[in-house]
């Protein structure tokens, strides 16, 4: 009977320290998360986040809306004023990373230039080009997420250098 009750005091305990290996320790972000504007590639974020445990792990960033202001070229190389357009909730793709003693670090995490707007619907008509001109990223946030739940966030702000 000790025996037995020993062997399932010993489990227990193996579970339990298992568990706590694999769950979220203290989730913190390292140094700052460094960000870059482009209007060929949009928005790329990078960093590191330790206290994490060894789940797997998840980031990627969102924004309330992307402001896109477009000009319209003519084959004649002109340019007429286009519109401006915004695109809401906009979530970007999620990075998976697998953490290595409880830290990641995040490379790319990244909000894509949005799909332009037809030249039929912004310009004067159809022959025209589309081109985009500026973009404006607005309230990003980064997400750091293990089992589908946040466990670390950063307010990044608007994004408009």
């Known amino acids: 009977m000790r025996r037995a009750f020993a062997t399932a005091l010993m489990t227990a305990a193996v579970t339990v320290a298992g568990?706590?290996?694999?769950?979220?320790?203290s989730p913190h972000f390292i140094g700052e998360v460094t960000c870059t504007k482009s209007i060929t590639t949009g928005l790329s974020c990078s960093g590191k986040a330790?206290?994490?445990?060894?789940?797997?792990?998840?980031?990627f960033l969102t924004a309330s809306s992307i402001d896109a202001e477009y000009v319209c070229v003519n084959r004649g190389g002109n340019v007429a004023?286009?519109?401006?357009?915004?695109?809401?909730?906009?979530?970007?793709?999620?990075?998976?990373?697998?953490p290595r003693n409880g830290?990641?670090?995040f490379r790319d995490v990244r909000i894509p230039v949005p799909e332009s707007p037809s030249a039929r619907d912004v310009c004067p008509n159809g022959n025209?080009?589309?081109?985009?001109l500026h973009l404006t990223f607005n309230d990003v946030t980064l997400h750091i997420q293990q089992n589908g739940v946040d466990i670390l966030t950063r307010d990044?702000?608007?994004?408009?250098p």
């Open 103 to 105: 830290q990641i670090t």
């Open 19 to 25: 568990m706590a290996t694999a769950t979220a320790q």
């Open 156 to 160: 990044l702000g608007d994004i408009d």
């Open 50 to 59: 330790a206290g994490l445990g060894s789940s797997p792990t998840a980031a």
């Open 81 to 98: 004023p286009g519109q401006g357009v915004e695109f809401q909730q906009v979530v970007g793709p999620v990075q998976q990373i697998a």
């Open 128 to 132: 025209w080009r589309v081109q985009l």
